[in-house]
């Protein structure tokens, strides 16, 4: 593992970028479409420390020992307000429903 | 330094103060200082009504709390330091603000702080940067900035902040205050707007560690609300030697990157806890170094995935004007306006190590060096009672300094996010003063084990006393 990860490219583009702007929905300014390729490039590079540690044989973390799964009911809980007083906290809604704008695809 | 919850406390059982004064002292400060400092986004004027209503033998009765902006109070505004949350009002209490409520505190008001609780210095903010009371033309640490300034100059008795990578140890440091962050799992986080499920935990700033452990013991425990949640007592706080505490000394920690003033003022302050029942001993945490790289990746990826929520039409602002071709479009316009660079950077960022052809390099990676940092602790506790570091590699930087450098910035927290990435209590509290400016030292216990933390910190706070 340490060792592919010292091959993988850190060259960053301003297109993969964009892709990847998309992928997490983000519309990114000229100057950070400018600016954010370098500074990922940067971080990236700065990360490459981890190809060092050798960790063939150290399984992944994912969680603390005392958390487990927790169960409960599915119903409605005392501190909901329902369905309408929280659509009315959206900035467009009609008849308990959201709005939003026209799409056309 | 601003009065401690157990003064006001004794003034209002002694009937030399009354609800009216201890809340209009704090506002008028506030109407003070808050222009200059920017330290609130909302001020309350239902504080004095609230405490009247509370039952004077409440354990919190008579503390005022200020709440860092990613915590809901019900009804209130909840900005999460962000623009995308501007007109956002919260429609339940976070699990700790009802058991604050439960005890008998009161709220005046929510702080500052970076967007999203991302960033080290409170510049993040989409409302303007918070200044250090120390001095106005520098930063007073973030992410929880508001809630430190708050408590620091004393416009309220103590103040809730979140902390994911550093964010209320960080800013009590050059804020000359104390600032604690619990085990993982010890403090319920329904109601905390998340950033990085995985570190973030809710924390407390006050002026004291007394008064500090008075907030924690009040709000922690089992929430079915919060899966990651125990059962938990306060803690343990029996010793590994009978007659002495044994505290290390991480080498790790006093090299790479600490600025002199810094080491010279943390090396004055251990001298001065020698021979004071208290031993220190040579300890070596080797993995320190891969801390920040292994946060950076992990953060960024919980990030990208925990902000997917803000679309701009179930939370946020919807600011488009005409129709879309899209909901692709849709998103990416509302999220381009709402969301500030830095909260963007790390979405593209988390997007990038989450993706499929890099998971394992970046992501598992990580994961794995975070098993080691883990078990470099583990092997410590064995032999020592609390770890000590400086809480920040240098003193408040001014600002502007450090904005235009990523990088940089996340620095800030390279002495505190190995408690994070770890699930670690640990708690920052003021040793010295450097050039007028604050510095604090970090403690770092065992998993639940608080109670001999607070112990062990009230020690050095009395040794050190400023």
């Known amino acids: 593992m340490s060792n592919v990860n010292c091959q993988i490219s850190i060259m960053i583009s301003k297109k993969e970028v964009e892709k990847l702007a998309f992928l997490g929905r983000v519309e990114l300014t000229d100057e950070e479409l400018e600016n954010v390729p370098e500074e990922l490039e940067a971080i990236l590079k700065y990360v490459q420390k981890l190809s060092e540690v050798d960790t063939e044989?150290?399984?992944p973390f994912f969680h603390f020992s005392e958390t487990s799964n927790v169960f409960r009911?599915?119903?409605?809980?005392?501190?909901?307000?329902?369905?309408?007083e929280e659509v009315k906290k959206t900035k467009e809604h009609k008849n308990n429903y959201l709005k939003v704008k026209s799409i056309w695809g | 330094m601003g009065i401690t919850i157990k003064e006001t406390q004794k003034?209002?059982?002694n009937k030399e103060t009354t609800p009216e004064e201890v809340v209009s002292d704090f506002l008028s400060l506030i109407k003070d200082k808050n222009k200059e400092m920017n330290v609130f986004l909302d001020v309350f004027q239902d504080t004095v009504q609230e405490m009247k209503e509370k039952d004077p033998d409440l354990p919190l009765y008579g503390a005022v709390f200020g709440i860092k902006d990613n915590i809901l109070i019900k009804g209130k505004r909840c900005t999460a330091g962000s623009k995308i949350l501007e007109n956002y009002n919260a429609s339940f209490d976070a699990t700790v603000i009802e058991k604050i409520k439960e005890k008998g505190g009161v709220f005046i008001g929510k702080t500052n702080m970076d967007e999203f609780a991302m960033g080290s210095s409170t510049e993040n903010s989409g409302f303007g940067p918070t200044r250090n009371p120390y001095d106005l033309e520098r930063v007073p640490g973030g992410s929880s900035g508001g809630s430190a300034v708050a408590v620091s100059a004393g416009m309220c008795n103590t103040a809730l902040g979140s902390d994911t990578g550093g964010s209320v140890r960080q800013p009590a440091a050059f804020c000359g205050v104390?600032?604690?962050?619990?085990t993982y799992g010890a403090i319920s986080r329904s109601g905390v707007i998340s950033m990085a499920s995985s570190f973030d935990q809710v924390g407390v700033f006050a002026n004291t560690v007394e008064d500090t452990k008075l907030v924690f013991d009040s709000i922690r425990g089992k929430d079915e609300r919060d899966?990651?949640?125990?059962?938990?007592?306060?803690?343990?706080?029996?010793t590994k030697k009978k007659d002495k505490i044994v505290v290390g000394v991480p080498k790790e920690y006093f090299v790479e990157g600490i600025s002199s003033q810094v080491k010279e003022s943390i090396e004055e302050a251990l001298s001065k806890i020698k021979g004071k029942e208290i031993e220190l001993v040579d300890i070596s945490l080797p993995h320190t170094e891969y801390a920040l790289p292994v946060y950076e990746i992990i953060m960024a990826s919980e990030v990208s995935s925990n902000l997917a929520r803000y679309d701009g039409v179930r939370y946020g602002r919807e600011d488009t004007e005409s129709a879309m071709k899209s909901i692709e479009e849709l998103y990416m316009k509302n999220r381009g306006k709402g969301l500030g660079t830095e909260a963007k950077?790390?979405?593209?960022?988390?997007?990038?190590t989450l993706s499929s052809g890099y998971y394992d390099a970046y992501y598992i990676k990580a994961q794995k060096v975070r098993a080691l940092i883990i078990d470099d602790f583990k092997k410590a506790f064995q032999e020592v009672d609390a770890i000590i570091t400086p809480t920040t590699p240098t003193l408040p930087f001014k600002i502007g300094e450090k904005i235009e450098d990523p990088l940089t910035m996340h620095l800030s927290d390279i002495f505190t996010v190995t408690a994070s990435i770890s699930g670690l209590p640990a708690i920052s509290i003021p040793c010295a003063k450097k050039?007028?400016?604050?510095v604090g030292v970090q403690l770092i216990g065992d998993r639940f084990k608080e109670?001999?933390?607070f112990n062990i910190a009230e020690k050095f706070e009395k040794i050190w006393q400023i």
Do not use: I
């Open chain 1, 57 to 59: 044989k150290t399984e």
């Open chain 1, 73 to 84: 009911e599915d119903l409605s809980r005392k501190e909901n307000n329902g369905m309408k």
């Open chain 2, 11 to 13: 003034r209002l059982r």
């Open chain 2, 178 to 182: 104390v600032g604690f962050k619990p």
């Open chain 2, 227 to 238: 899966s990651v949640t125990v059962d938990f007592n306060g803690g343990l706080a029996e």
């Open chain 2, 345 to 352: 950077r790390r979405v593209v960022l988390g997007t990038y």
């Open chain 2, 435 to 438: 050039n007028g400016l604050p």
């Open chain 2, 451 to 453: 109670e001999l933390l």
